[in-house]
């Protein structure tokens, strides 16, 4: 069942969807606003974008691995240097996406929704290419740094 607008209509993608262009961020703003009756730019959503297969692209060392993230993944960390972290990562990624080609969903997300709710990491599935169609104790790396994200600037005040 997919989503339908409050006159009861499904929600439908416009033409065919392509998820390297903008139009998967469009997309995705015309469902929530055709739901809500609610532009999305002005609703609390937090978007994560994530930079997908990160061990596939030549990032730069502080972007790929995330350090922060491995390197302080058992401890306690106050909030506010969680948040820190998390939101000077999400600048570089940002700039990482833009170097990939990716300005498009960066100016479709900042456009559609509120800017300051939009972040950016890098993430991998498995950190590691696969051999003869195979992964040799594939681990992913980076993965919960969108949930971060999304939990540790959910609750907080826009102002």
Known sequence: AGLARPGGSPVTPRGNVSLTTRAIVDNLANAIESVTGIAARDQDHIIAIAIAKADSIAL?????????????????????????????????????LAALGGSGIIGAAETRFDKRRVYYSAVSATNQQAFDGTWCMPEPVGCSIPLAQILCFGDTDRG
Not at 63 to 89: C, D, G, K, M, T
């Open 60 to 96: 730069t060392p502080n972007i790929w691995p995330p350090r922060f993230w491995l390197e302080h993944s058992e401890e306690n960390i106050p909030l506010p240097e969680v948040q820190r972290a998390l939101s000077a990562y999400s600048a570089q990624c940002r700039g990482a």
